[in-house]
């Protein structure tokens, strides 16, 4: 492998820009193409990155650039065909969330994947600042482990405003077309974001609810669940009507009334109120979650989540559904 990293990015949707972004702030990596059958939508992006070419597919891509790793920003049921294919190459892979659209099919890239070669998992939620700190301040015994949490993630997104619109439709108009959504797009990253602060999870029990009327999946969620054997509960909406059109997040421990994360922000007991820039950090969570993807990848260290970290956490969300 070459000293710098050599990647080619797969697929050139909505989130695909922050990943564009987050290999330009890795200095040890150089993204040099962008594939999607979109051709337009992969040269719009290409045209982000000096020198980056843009292409169909991995195979024009592989076929024409010299590559050592893959950034796979495609959706869910793509991602086993083209983790195979990049493996396939020769090529190490980092696959957006979800890694599979079930259990089954995640455990089935799990078993094929060749040793030789690394797989990550693009959670980006647990690299977002106030998360990062938070574990900071549990592993350095500031923060008492709690009794128990709830964390709580709300939107109105899915709530008509002033114009008539939906903004989370808006926004992510694919969501029309999801049958598993809140848990499945969402909730996602809080079970992993409560795995990386308390350790395993456990489903308990799950209630999903359908209140907006305008996607035929859930829009809400009522979870019932263990972290580390700390009891708790995980509770989402798109529907809520006195929240952001984005969803914010608040973290609860041990029956507090005030959250010990609010949105961008932390308070630690006894301590000044901490928060940082939403664009800036959202911006943070991705390039940060490469950055430890390039490391990783020249150490030979452990990712924060493998592929069989992402097959358990599947697992659990087809427990949610089963029990819903």
Not at 7 to 18: D, E, K, N, R
Not at 174 to 195: A, K, Y
Not at 276 to 292: G, K, L, M, N
Request: proline share 5%; with cysteine; hydrophobic share 40%.
């Amino acid at each position: 492998m070459s000293q710098v990293l050599r990647v080619g990015m797969i697929g050139a949707g909505m989130v695909s820009q922050y990943h564009v972004q987050g290999w330009l702030d890795c200095p040890e990596a150089q993204l040099v193409a962008i594939a999607d059958p979109d051709i337009e939508k992969a040269r719009d992006r290409a045209t982000k990155v000096a020198g980056a070419s843009a292409h169909t597919s991995l195979e024009e891509m592989v076929a024409k650039c010299n590559l050592d790793a893959v950034d796979i920003v495609a959706p869910p049921a793509a991602h086993a065909a083209l983790i195979s294919r990049a493996q396939a190459a020769g090529l190490h892979a980092i696959c957006q969330k979800p890694l599979a659209p079930n259990a089954d099919i995640a455990k089935q890239i799990m078993e094929n994947k060749n040793s030789s070669l690394r797989s990550m998992v693009h959670e980006n939620w647990r690299w977002r600042h106030p998360y990062r700190a938070l574990k900071a301040a549990l592993d350095r015994k500031k923060v008492s482990v709690p009794n128990s949490f709830e964390f709580r993630v709300e939107s109105s997104g899915l709530v008509r405003n002033e114009n008539g619109i939906y903004p989370a439709l808006e926004r992510q108009p694919f969501f029309t077309s999801m049958q598993r959504l809140l848990v499945f797009e969402l909730l996602i990253h809080h079970l992993d974001t409560l795995s990386f602060l308390f350790g395993d999870i456990k489903i308990r029990s799950a209630q999903l609810h359908h209140q907006s009327g305008v996607v035929p999946g859930e829009d809400g969620a009522e979870i019932l669940l263990s972290a580390g054997g700390i009891e708790g509960k995980l509770i989402g909406s798109f529907c809520a009507p006195d929240a952001p059109p984005m969803p914010r997040d608040r973290l609860f421990l041990n029956n507090s009334d005030t959250p010990i994360i609010d949105g961008w922000s932390m308070k630690l007991p006894n301590e000044q109120k901490r928060s940082w820039d939403e664009h800036v950090a959202y911006q943070d969570s991705y390039s940060d979650t490469i950055r430890h993807f390039r490391h990783c990848i020249g150490t030979g260290e452990r990712f924060e989540t493998e592929i069989q970290d992402a097959v358990v956490l599947q697992s659990a969300i087809e427990q949610i559904y089963e029990y819903a």
